[in-house]
């Protein structure tokens, strides 16, 4: 069993910076396929970033070039360095861990971007 804990959420101003970060709790560090989702009210839930084990990454769309995702496997840990902050890109962003087909959800850290 993975427990998956967020911080870094706030309310900013658009143009700002943030950083979230996500700890794996239990499991073996460096083992899961590890991303961000965000959850916006009223829209689905959508890929944000993603990163392997191997470390190559996947990002959405509208996040491109503007954010980026790390993981440090001693730490059990990812990062989320969020640049140029727009209204859209506000919703609560949430950790999955994935291994063997199981998927792993934290609860959540909310970003409130203002313009």
């Known amino acids: 069993q993975v427990q998956l804990i967020e911080s870094g959420g706030g309310s900013v101003q658009a143009g700002d910076s943030l950083n979230l970060s996500c700890v794996a709790i239990?499991?073996?560090?460096?083992?899961?396929?590890m991303g961000w989702y965000r959850q916006a009210p009223g829209k689905e839930r959508e890929l944000v970033a993603d990163i392997r084990t191997t470390g190559v990454t996947n990002y959405g769309d509208s996040v491109l070039g503007r954010f980026t995702i790390s993981r440090n496997n001693d730490r059990n840990t990812i990062y989320l360095q969020m640049n140029n902050l727009t209204p859209d890109d506000s919703g609560e962003y949430i950790c999955k861990a994935t291994r063997y087909g199981m998927d792993y959800w934290g609860k959540g850290t909310l970003v409130t971007v203002s313009s």
């Open positions: 239990g499991g073996t560090p460096g083992a899961y396929v």
